[in-house]
């Protein structure tokens, strides 16, 4: 198609050249420079590489730690650990049940209260609102939602607290006492004091993401939606929820993993009673409180390892939490602005 | 004649896509040489190659050998950082660094490496601004912000700051394709004269440019060299039925 | 089926309501929390508060001062070790990201900032605590430098990548080297975005109380030294709301108070910063 020799130097028709060389610039020694940023460089990729690594060594150290410090329960109890109901320090018998059960049933009832709340405020500031409200109302409940569990706490076990006891958990014996939820005594601080702080914890958690995920679906989908005579409504029935399904999803779980490892909050306001009730009104126990309540105290090698283990077991369920979210939300949002980059 | 550059048998290949073909040119120094061709025809994926830019990504991959007078820029042991010293480029979009004065800006390239003595400081400036023929313009407010300057000012500042350095070689990106017609002749002019101290590279997607500025042509195609040679060769009697077409408009 | 246009006009304004239902019942719960501690806090506060450590149990007044030097002390540490981790990984993932690598370091920083903040207290304990034999403040700031870490590095470097390529290549095309360029182009550019992510994680890490429970430990007096127990805001809060005592309520109050101005503080000026453009 065109001529090009084996030489490579077959396209050189530049057989003349008048000018002459003016300024003597040519091969002007730059040998120290050189050196010197080669060096730099090098030494560069290789810090930056290094504090970039030690993220994964963290996450790694974090592991390691954590089996290590807890295999003398792990040894000595095997699954019996998992299934035990016993945690008695001073005999050294140490069954975690309550604590996974309180930490399932107080997260799980949370997140079924939080998610369709905080989807409805998520659509209702991206869809809805106009424009200046939405952009208000967003930064608010981010705001909010910076406010640490320990002020969560406070506010739950002198304020909520009281207020259960005094007005919401009779209500509940009196109309709903039939139910084996709303059995016994009203204490205040209780299972279901749990699930509301939890709940208002985590709402503005999963709102924020849900907004983030909305925003990524992109105008045309709405636009194909609204062109068919489509109602707001069932634009956002029909375009934007099925776009952002797997994100909102993610959300909930982010939330999940949140309230599954949140701390100060529940350990202020559950009463920390180890015991399985099906009565939302009892005081119960979660993982994290366990550990809060008890590991400074621990005497023992082997009271210390069990709540090592207890740990162990909120890192790894946390970690495929977070990961399974993560996989979910990068997803949505990845290919939304992946037309950019 | 002295061949500054010479590009010998290059291939360069961004993960699967081949985007430079075994290409081989030689430029003459104190010329000014077009890269023309359609767009995506590898002309800037070439041009950068020149100053090895394209270290900077991992996945680009560059063959054959590229010779500065006469030696290798890919050799081992070269620093792509003093190729670059004495191989400059000047980008398609105006770029000074926002924030930083008209003065910072042309001696950015001393400062950011961290020395420089103020007397010298000051020579360089007027010197680099005057060679551009910016001086005059801009003398009484060297030290308001170069973001406020037109968009040819900028340009012509961006020359500056790229010349300040000392450069051997001036590779230019489509330097006046984001500028008006008037901005657009004044980096003409600026080409013309710069050629006397550099040896100047041009890729340029526009032909009547190519042919004002340049005294040799290359016409670049699908990442293949089709033709190559001086200037009024190429757009009166080019040999190739690729480039005829080409630049009278048939294709591309 | 095709239904009539009035109903479907009613349900989309029925479902509109629904929404509008939903956002205030999000937002009140947080305000109402919000709004209570402000009254209480300001019913609270005093001058002794800066000033003066907890009185022993019983005696009235008292203040959170040591507290407050040991969350601002604990915080400080916290930052010279997780900030540098943070902003020069964030700079790898920029400048020689893209690898399969960088995808593992980026959702290990994901994965880590979702693991429950007492889950690094066990961990700085036992890497610390015990082989130093006894709770002290450096554990404590060891804790929260690994909440840090993961904020940083996910911050700085969005706002790494929002600096125009066009900048980089300018400096590198005039002969400056990466490094130089890196620090002093891109990074610079991105000064007000990364200043963002560092004050979200200094809030974030302000008001983390669990790390610190089996760590740092908390202190009733001043502490003395890194290698000692030290005093913080939010395990003083969380001690004395759990107190029976009206007065340590009212301190934890006041502290609570003064721990929602300066995260909202932080978290304002963060914004601030965040709006602004990158320069240089």
Same mark, same amino acid.
């Given at each position: 198609?065109? #001529? ?23 091969? *002007? ?138 007005? /919401? ?43 983030? /995920?909305?925003?990524?679906?992109? #105008? ?47 350990? $202020? ?44 077991? =909120? ?11 993560? =996989? ?14 | ?14 993960? %699967? ?136 000012? #900028? #340009? ?12 051997? /070689? ?15 002749? %004044? ?19 526009? $032909? ?45 | 089926? $095709? ?11 029925? $479902? ?116 130093? *034999? ?17 904020? /940083? ?128």
């Amino acid at each position: 198609m065109q #001529q090009r020799a084996e030489t490579g130097k077959d396209c050189l028709p530049f057989t003349t050249s008048a000018t002459d060389r003016t300024e003597q610039t040519v091969g *002007k020694p730059r040998t120290v420079d050189r050196e010197k940023a080669i060096t730099g460089d090098r030494i560069f990729k290789w810090m930056t590489t290094g504090f970039a690594f030690s993220i994964l060594i963290i996450l790694g150290l974090m592991l390691f730690q954590m089996a290590g410090e807890s295999w003398p329960a792990l040894k000595q109890f095997g699954w019996q650990f998992v299934t035990g109901r016993d945690w008695d320090a001073v005999q050294g018998h140490f069954g975690a049940l309550p604590y996974l059960y309180g930490s399932v049933v107080s997260s799980v009832l949370a997140l079924l209260l939080a998610t369709p709340l905080s989807i409805g405020a998520a659509i209702f500031i991206t869809e809805i609102a106009p424009k200046r409200l939405g952009s208000l109302i967003a930064p608010l409940v981010e705001l909010l939602a910076a406010i640490p569990s320990v002020i969560y706490g406070l506010w739950g076990v002198l304020v909520m607290a009281p207020w259960l006891q005094s007005t /919401v958990e009779p209500f509940l014996i009196e109309r709903f006492g039939f139910l084996p939820f709303f059995q016994g005594a009203p204490y205040g601080v209780s299972m279901l004091a749990a699930v509301f702080i939890l709940m208002i914890m985590v709402v503005p958690i999963i709102t924020s993401i849900t907004r983030e /995920v909305l925003l990524a679906v992109p #105008q045309s989908q709405k636009e194909a939606a609204i062109a068919l005579g489509a109602t707001r409504w069932e634009t956002i029935m029909m375009a934007v929820l099925p776009y952002g399904r797997s994100g909102i999803m993610g959300a909930a779980i982010l939330g999940l993993g949140r309230a599954v490892g949140e701390t100060m909050a529940v350990t $202020m306001v559950i009463g920390n009673a180890p015991q399985i009730s099906a009565s939302l009104l009892s005081p119960a126990y979660t993982m994290p409180s366990v550990i809060a309540n008890e590991f400074a105290e621990a005497v023992s090698k082997l009271h210390t390892a069990a709540l090592m283990e207890i740990g162990l077991m =909120l890192l790894v369920v946390t970690l495929i939490i977070n990961a399974l979210a993560r =996989l979910l939300i990068w997803g949505v949002t990845k290919d939304s602005s992946g037309g950019a980059a | 004649m002295n061949n500054k550059v010479q590009l010998d048998q290059v291939n360069i290949h961004f993960g %699967k896509t081949h985007a430079v073909k075994n290409v081989s040119i030689l430029f003459p120094e104190n010329s000014v040489t077009a890269i023309i061709g359609p767009s995506g025809c590898g002309k800037s994926t070439l041009l950068r190659s020149i100053n090895r830019m394209h270290d900077l990504f991992p996945s680009a991959r560059v063959e054959g050998r590229i010779l500065v007078d006469g030696s290798d820029i890919y050799d081992k042991g070269v620093d792509p950082v003093s190729i670059r010293r004495r191989v400059g480029m000047v980008f398609q979009k105006p770029n000074p660094f926002p924030a930083m004065s008209i003065y910072d800006n042309v001696i950015a390239g001393y400062k950011l490496n961290g020395r420089m003595v103020k007397s010298e400081a000051d020579d360089i400036v007027e010197t680099s601004l005057k060679r551009v023929a910016l001086w005059e313009e801009v003398k009484d407010r060297l030290k308001t912000n170069a973001m406020n300057l037109s968009g040819g000012q #900028q #340009q012509r500042l961006c020359i500056a700051r790229t010349i300040a350095v000392k450069p051997e /070689v001036i590779l230019m990106d489509e330097p006046a394709s984001a500028l008006d017609p008037i901005s657009t002749l %004044k980096i003409e002019e600026l080409i013309e004269e710069l050629k006397e101290r550099y040896t100047i590279i041009i890729v340029t997607h526009n $032909m009547q440019q190519a042919a004002r500025v340049s005294d040799y042509t290359a016409f670049l195609y699908m990442g293949e060299l089709v033709e190559c040679g001086e200037t009024k060769k190429i757009f009166t009697t080019p040999e190739q039925k690729q480039t005829e077409d080409y630049i009278t408009g048939r294709f591309g | 089926m $095709m239904r009539s246009v009035a109903w479907r006009n009613t349900k989309n304004h029925l $479902m509109t309501a629904l929404m509008l239902a939903a956002t205030a019942a999000v937002l009140f719960p947080l305000l109402l929390i919000f709004v209570h501690i402000v009254k209480m806090g300001i019913d609270s506060l005093s001058v002794d508060f800066f000033t003066q450590i907890p009185k022993p149990t019983g005696e009235q007044g008292g203040g959170m001062a040591n507290g407050m030097l040991g969350s601002l002390i604990m915080i400080g540490a916290a930052s010279l070790v997780g900030l540098p981790i943070g902003i020069f990984g964030a700079i790898y993932l920029t400048e020689y990201g893209g690898s399969r690598m960088s995808a593992a370091i980026r959702f290990a920083a994901d994965v880590l900032s979702g693991t429950p903040s007492i889950i690094t207290g066990l961990v700085a304990y036992s890497l610390l605590v015990v082989p130093m *034999k006894g709770f002290s403040a450096m554990a404590g700031a060891a804790a929260l430098g690994m909440i840090m870490v993961p904020i /940083v590095l996910r911050t700085t470097e969005e706002q790494l990548k929002m600096v125009p390529g066009t900048l980089r290549e300018a400096s590198l095309a005039l002969g400056v080297p990466l490094w130089r360029t890196s620090l002093k182009v891109t990074l610079r550019s991105a000064t007000s975005g990364v200043l963002t992510g560092i004050l979200l994680a200094i809030a974030r890490v302000a008001g983390e109380t669990a790390p610190l429970l089996f760590t740092a430990l908390g202190n009733q007096f001043w502490g003395k030294s890194l290698f000692a127990p030290m005093a913080a805001i939010p395990l003083q809060i969380f001690t004395f709301a759990i107190s029976p005592y009206e007065d340590w309520h009212r301190l934890a109050w006041a502290g609570a108070l003064v721990l929602v101005v300066v995260m909202f503080t932080l978290s304002l000026t963060a914004r601030y910063f965040g709006r602004q453009k990158y320069r240089i």
